[in-house]
């Protein structure tokens, strides 16, 4: 059986709310989200932007209930957009942006409009955000350390929002924020929580549960949270990310326990292998970041498959993963 250390996944999807008509996105989020009742499967929430909504899932430990919380979620909330004229729509930026500032009501929000300014203003950027259940936090930060690598073929995979030239343009809008990326290496929990600390005292974080990494430790629950993800278009785009993270995450545990050091990865490298990740998806080139050069994306996938596999086959979902894949690839 898989290590208990991730044996739960959920899953966060960020949502565009999106006039018919004009194709330009609507601040209603107030007016949907009255709409909907949180459940057993599913809790839904405001956004930054007001245009946006989120359905956040209950921790699953089967990719199948999983997958049945995503779809209730979606339909629920299309439902009510639908009841308020309006279209949900999963893409990591909208097909026409709001015409004026998108920013929700909330003392906490204005001040990241504060801190943020014009970055925020029209900051329309969706993700599809998965948590994978560990233990603590010391081993959580030492799991990210080992996960470094394969953030920007997650990227790659889900891009979802092409525009400029760009698969996506959700992390061209998501890198003008500072220490976006992927995140430095830790010595542990310790070491995390101060870098946190000294960047809300430098003045670039807000407060100490937020952060612009691609993983992160989650604030509230035992969880190590994937934000590399675009909205998914479908469930089982979601589906495919979440077996995958929660697959990393066990063979990186297993690296842990058997006493492996993190690959020693340059940061430039790895900020150049999510750069070309935005700008190509998985279709174009990728970056290898141990041979530090340019390859086909689906090679590292191929790599990052070879990683996950054993972990995929423990769980029997290493046939359902390949399948996804061959929809997506």
């Known amino acids: 059986m898989p290590d208990a250390c991730a044996d739960t996944v959920g899953v966060e999807e960020e949502f565009l709310l999106v006039d018919p008509a004009s194709r330009r996105t609507a601040m209603r989020a107030d007016a949907v989200l009255a709409r909907v009742r949180d459940t057993e499967l599913t809790k839904f929430h405001p956004e930054l932007s007001g245009t946006q909504v989120e359905a956040a899932t209950g921790p699953c430990t089967g990719v199948?209930?999983?997958?049945?919380?995503?779809?209730?979620?979606?339909?629920?909330?299309?439902?009510?957009a639908e009841e308020e004229g309006l279209e949900l729509l999963s893409r990591g930026t909208p097909p026409k942006a709001s015409a004026r500032s998108v920013v929700s009501n909330g003392a906490r929000y204005h001040r990241v409009l504060d801190t943020y300014a014009g970055?925020?203003?029209?900051?329309?950027?969706?993700?599809?955000?998965?948590?994978?259940?560990?233990?603590?936090?010391?081993?959580?930060?030492?799991?990210?350390?080992?996960?470094?690598?394969?953030?920007?073929?997650?990227?790659?995979?889900?891009?979802?929002?092409?525009d400029r030239g760009y698969a996506s343009w959700r992390m061209v809008l998501q890198s003008r924020f500072p220490g976006s990326g992927v995140p430095p290496l830790f010595t542990g929990a310790a070491d995390y929580d101060a870098h946190v600390?000294?960047?809300?005292?430098c003045g670039t974080l807000v407060d100490a549960s937020q952060s612009f990494w691609l993983l992160r430790l989650a604030s509230k629950f035992p969880t190590v949270e994937f934000r590399a993800a675009d909205a998914a278009a479908e469930v089982d785009d979601a589906v495919l990310q979440a077996a995958l993270c929660r697959a990393l995450v066990h063979a990186?545990?297993?690296?842990?326990?058997?006493?492996?050091?993190?690959?020693?990865l340059r940061?430039?490298?790895?900020?150049?292998?999510?750069?070309?990740?935005?700008?190509?998806?998985?279709?174009?080139?990728?970056?290898?970041?141990?041979?530090?050069?340019?390859?086909?994306?689906?090679?590292?996938l191929d790599d990052l498959l070879k990683r996950v596999t054993p972990a995929l086959e423990e769980r029997g979902e290493l046939e359902l993963v390949h399948h996804l894949l061959a929809q997506r690839v």
């Not at 600390?197 to 005292?201: C, D, G, P």
Request: proline share 7%; net charge negative; with cysteine.
């Open 267 to 300: 940061d430039d490298v790895l900020a150049a292998a999510v750069w070309t990740a935005s700008r190509y998806g998985i279709d174009g080139v990728g970056i290898d970041p141990w041979r530090e050069c340019r390859v086909p994306a689906t090679a590292v």
């Open 119 to 162: 970055v925020i203003e029209d900051y329309e950027a969706s993700g599809c955000h998965v948590h994978v259940g560990v233990p603590d936090r010391e081993t959580a930060v030492a799991v990210v350390n080992h996960l470094r690598p394969w953030l920007p073929t997650l990227l790659a995979l889900s891009a979802n929002s092409p």
């Open 64 to 80: 199948a209930a999983l997958g049945e919380a995503l779809t209730h979620a979606r339909e629920v909330l299309a439902g009510a």
């Open 252 to 264: 990186a545990h297993q690296d842990v326990q058997d006493g492996r050091e993190p690959p020693q």
């Open 197 to 201: 600390a000294r960047m809300v005292a």
